[in-house]
């Protein structure tokens, strides 16, 4: 049965994130009724959440409490319809540094939603996969069909986790779609991702940027192209039990992508190699490139940022809100945040 998230009851965990708050937004504009999973905290933060605009502040439910507690993530799911999966941590340098705790998170959490998922009927479940689980492409553009590469712990954690979801639907037929979306940007995110802090450190005057490596290459996909690949694989029959990439079908190194920052902020800089910012030899992902294909074909989605002209287009959004003093104050440009 097909499902229109439009007046549907739709769990989004992960939704105080930079992801998650777009998508919460998003949803709230289509339609949807909306629980937000945000993580607990003492503080009684929300996230990204506490800065959405007044149009949409009052239009969620919110529920804190973490993704690890299989009762808490029951009880956010009761009475829910959709559930779209997001919490999890994302960061690659802290997963050499605290790897057991992507296991509790992303391999455990994932489990506990769709185990819950399945005893309470949700009609669907959306589970975020990452591109990083191909590791260094084999081949490009990268299919749905490339080998799975655990080259960091995170990228192994979420392997785990594609794998407990997909599990889940050829065992119990739990209905599990996995959206794998490849880099996405744009306003909020966190400055560990490399465009935000390019451009933070830009914004606060450096001429010299501190980067790790430069050659790899990356698939940016704009967090609006983004959020509409998970309610459009949300939507789509077709997408059950499959595993969809999101990508924008455009390859990019990482050193062009701060010339082009720095370009449409008008500054001239240089990069200058940051040890502490380097990935182990054999850990580094050295190109990704998605293939968007079977998105297109199973659920009809296609980027609206695509090409070059897309990612200026993306790009010169983001440096906007990034470079407004009230948003650039959040951040620390000169302390490498891993």
Request: charged letters at 25%.
């Amino acid at each position: 049965m097909a499902v229109k998230l439009a007046g549907k009851r739709v769990l989004v965990t992960g939704a105080d994130g930079f992801i998650g708050s777009h998508l919460t937004e998003h949803l709230v504009d289509i339609g949807a009724d909306v629980r937000a999973f945000v993580y607990y905290n003492s503080f009684n933060s929300w996230g990204w959440l506490d800065d959405v605009d007044a149009q949409h502040r009052d239009r969620f439910e919110v529920f804190a409490g973490d993704i690890r507690d299989p009762n808490g993530v029951r009880t956010a799911m009761k009475g829910c319809d959709v559930v779209l999966h997001l919490a999890a941590l994302i960061a690659i340098p802290y997963s050499y540094h605290s790897p057991d705790t992507y296991v509790d998170t992303n391999v455990k959490g994932t489990l506990n939603v769709v185990q819950a998922a399945r005893d309470l009927g949700v009609e669907r479940v959306v589970h975020t996969s990452t591109s990083e689980v191909y590791g260094t492409a084999r081949f490009v553009p990268i299919t749905e069909e490339h080998p799975l590469q655990g080259q960091s712990p995170y990228s192994a954690s979420k392997i785990g986790a594609d794998q407990i979801a997909q599990s889940f639907f050829l065992s119990f037929e739990t209905p599990v779609a996995t959206i794998r979306p490849f880099n996405t940007y744009g306003p909020r995110q966190s400055a560990r991702a490399v465009i935000p802090t390019i451009i933070t450190q830009i914004a606060g005057g450096a001429e010299k940027i501190q980067l790790g490596a430069v050659h790899p290459t990356r698939d940016f996909n704009h967090v609006r192209d983004t959020v509409r690949g998970f309610v459009a694989v949300a939507e789509a029959d077709a997408a059950v039990g499959e595993v969809v990439n999101i990508g924008s079908n455009f390859e990019i190194s990482i050193g062009d992508t701060a010339s082009l920052i720095a370009e449409r902020m008008g500054r001239e800089v240089s990069i200058v190699a940051d040890d502490q910012r380097m990935r182990p030899t054999g850990s580094e992902v050295e190109r990704l490139w998605a293939d968007n294909e079977k998105a297109a074909r199973l659920t009809g989605w296609t980027p609206d940022y695509a090409g070059r002209d897309g990612f200026r287009r993306g790009l010169d959004e983001t440096i906007a809100w990034f470079t407004d003093p009230a948003n650039l104050r959040r951040y620390k440009a000169d302390v490498y945040n891993i």
